[in-house]
């Protein structure tokens, strides 16, 4: 009974949304949907998504610091990045430096509305992955890929 209490009281201490700042930039690999996921932190997803455009939310893909390790659970989690008014959803797909999101350039004009200026602070929020386009679990092919370009 103790046990119990003390498990629930633990699991409330927990936040359930981690809201965070970062700082947010953007980088040429990424903007390229050919580019391999070896290169990436996160190619343990190669068998389902070999490239970035194989992720449903491609451009809306991009490196975080979250990702912490190679291969981590965090591979293919879902973010919310805001900024100034804006919202983005991004698939984490490689890690970055710390205290960093790393975007297409196409995301980051999205988020920043086309503001120039190598990087803006937003704030991320891990967020379920169905925000992002594909089930827990269930990544697209790349021949699901849409042009988006
Ligand atoms: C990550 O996963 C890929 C594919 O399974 C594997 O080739 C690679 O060695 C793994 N990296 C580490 C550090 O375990
Ligand atoms: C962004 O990604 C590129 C390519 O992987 C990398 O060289 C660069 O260091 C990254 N920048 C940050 C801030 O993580
Ligand atoms: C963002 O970058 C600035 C300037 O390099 C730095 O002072 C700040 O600590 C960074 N923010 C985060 C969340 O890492």
């Given at each position: 009974m103790k046990l119990t209490t003390l498990l629930t009281s633990a699991l409330y201490l927990v936040p359930v949304v981690l809201a965070q700042q970062y700082n947010i930039t953007y980088n040429a690999f990424y903007n390229?949907?050919?580019?391999?996921?070896?290169?990436?932190?996160?190619?343990?997803?190669i068998p389902t998504?070999?490239?970035?455009?194989?992720?449903?939310d491609f451009p809306y893909i991009g490196g975080t610091s979250a990702i912490t390790s190679e291969n981590t659970t965090a591979c293919g989690t879902c973010w919310q990045l805001d900024y100034n008014g804006n919202s983005i959803y991004i698939t984490a797909v490689d890690t970055a430096e710390a205290g960093f999101f790393n975007l297409t350039h196409y995301a980051f004009e999205k988020l920043t509305d086309?503001?120039?200026?190598?990087y803006v602070s937003a704030i991320a929020t891990e967020v379920d992955s169905s925000h992002c386009g594909f089930c827990p679990g269930v990544y697209h092919s790349s021949s699901e890929y849409e042009q988006v370009f």
């Open positions: 390229d949907g050919d580019s391999s996921l070896s290169f990436t932190a996160c190619s343990r997803l998504d070999p490239v970035l455009a194989s992720f449903h086309g503001q120039t200026g190598d």
